[in-house]
């Protein structure tokens, strides 16, 4: 179903940006040994038998995390290097690039900044052979928002320009129905690389695309991704009308597991936002609508992510 598709995208987007983190890379919990999982050798040896090459690649960067956090920074890059290796052949170019910007996250924190732009690099080619158009700009405007991020990225603002302008390029070419996912993306790539201006105007044209989504739950989720940029650009008073708009969709929700879902997107932007007291009764909402989701994977699911955003905000305050 498109709206479901296209509010998994969002929430997934908005998670991301409310952590303030890349989409992954070498940081995580530790793990020590038998008392907390795999040794270092145990995981390699796991990562080296995967046959699937993108869960390969997932592998060698939880080792990366591992020998980072044990110190070993020469087996951090060796892992890296041979999870960016498993993502040089034939399969799935879509994820390929997206676990690329991954590779390229664990370089930063490695202070291989080199290493890094390789690895963006390749990931912004294999965009080139998506064919659905909103994954193609999905994987732009993440490697354009991790390009000219500065903290946690590489701090290229030329580069970020040039990869989120292919962004929205590739953006104004989705269909209407899936429109407000593709700038989300884009809009929150220009904030995050810090390209004020554009990120601006790339949230004016999803707040249209928003206002005109029928279904509660993906507008919900669309004005919820917009006000997350209008926060991150300042704009805190028309960030709190947008989630207000964001939260009334949310809440007219009616099915229990999109209601929860709907509410979980909303106080994730509302946490990012700064306003952690909207957060969590958004929150207890979302948690008593995904306790009346019927027993199986679909509860466990919610429950699980509506928790670990509450367990979030309590050790953030």
């Not at 290796?85 to 080199?114: H, N, P, T, W």
């Not at 969709?249 to 306003?275: I, M, N, Q």
């Not at 957060?279 to 009346?292: H, I, M, S, T």
Request: with cysteine.
């Amino acid at each position: 179903m498109p709206t479901a598709r296209l509010s998994r995208a969002i929430l997934w987007t908005l998670l991301v940006a409310a952590m303030l983190m890349p989409t992954a890379g070498c940081g995580g919990t530790k793990k020590k040994g038998r008392k907390g999982g795999l040794t270092v050798k145990e995981q390699l040896t796991r990562a080296e038998k995967e046959t699937n090459p993108d869960r390969s690649a997932a592998a060698y960067l939880r080792v990366a995390r591992s020998q980072m956090v044990a110190g070993d920074k020469t087996g951090a890059k060796d892992s890296a290097r041979m999870a960016f290796d498993k993502l040089s052949g034939d399969g799935d170019a879509g994820l390929f690039a997206q676990r690329l910007l991954e590779v390229a996250a664990c370089y930063v924190e490695m202070g291989d900044k080199k290493l890094a732009r390789d690895a963006v690099k390749r990931s912004v080619e294999l965009a080139g052979k998506v064919e659905d158009p909103v994954r193609k700009t999905k994987v732009l405007a993440d490697a354009g928002g991790f390009s000219g991020d500065k903290l946690k990225g590489l701090g290229d603002a030329t580069a970020a320009k040039e990869m989120l302008a292919a962004a929205a390029a590739a953006a104004e070419a989705v269909e209407p129905r899936f429109q407000a996912e593709a700038l989300a993306a884009v809009a929150l790539g220009y904030a995050r690389g810090g390209l004020a201006e554009a990120a601006s105007e790339m949230v004016g044209k999803l707040e249209q695309a928003a206002k005109a989504i029928e279904e509660p739950r993906a507008k919900a989720e669309a004005l919820a991704a917009a006000a997350n940029v209008k926060a991150q650009g300042g704009k805190a008073d028309e960030a709190k009308e947008l989630l207000s708009q964001a939260a009334a969709a949310a809440k007219s929700v009616e099915r229990s597991e999109s209601r929860a879902y709907a509410l979980l997107a909303v106080a994730t932007a509302s946490a990012a936002a700064g306003d952690t007291k909207a957060a969590v009764a958004l929150l207890k909402e979302a948690d008593k609508a995904a306790d009346k989701v019927p027993e199986g994977d679909a509860k466990k699911t919610i429950v699980e992510r509506v928790r670990t955003m509450q367990s979030t905000l309590e050790k953030k305050k």
